[in-house]
């Protein structure tokens, strides 16, 4: 079990868990899977802001598909 943060990686075991995953590290299992992110993390408003934008275009995307979908998939007989 690796704990990562920035340009750091310490191998830890499982009762250190908690402590590296408090101090921002993200825990990841001995294939690389992340296994906890590190606390207090932060995500800028720009980014933030940009990302509800882009999910409420793909929302109001699909909406329209699926709107649309039951009268293309109609068959003539």
């Known amino acids: 079990m690796k704990a990562v943060k920035e340009n750091r990686v310490y191998t830890i075991s499982e009762t250190e868990q908690d ?3 408090a101090k921002g590290f993200d ?3 001995d294939n690389g899977e992340v296994i906890a992110y590190g606390r207090g993390k932060t995500v800028s408003y720009e980014e933030y802001a940009r990302i509800v934008k882009e999910l ?3 929302k109001e995307n699909k909406s ?3 709107t649309k979908e039951p009268a293309e ?4 007989e």
């Open 27 to 29: 825990i990841m299992d």
């Open 64 to 66: 329209a598909k699926k």
């Open 73 to 76: 998939n109609k068959t003539e």
């Open 56 to 58: 409420k275009a793909l």
């Open 19 to 21: 402590y590296y995953n």
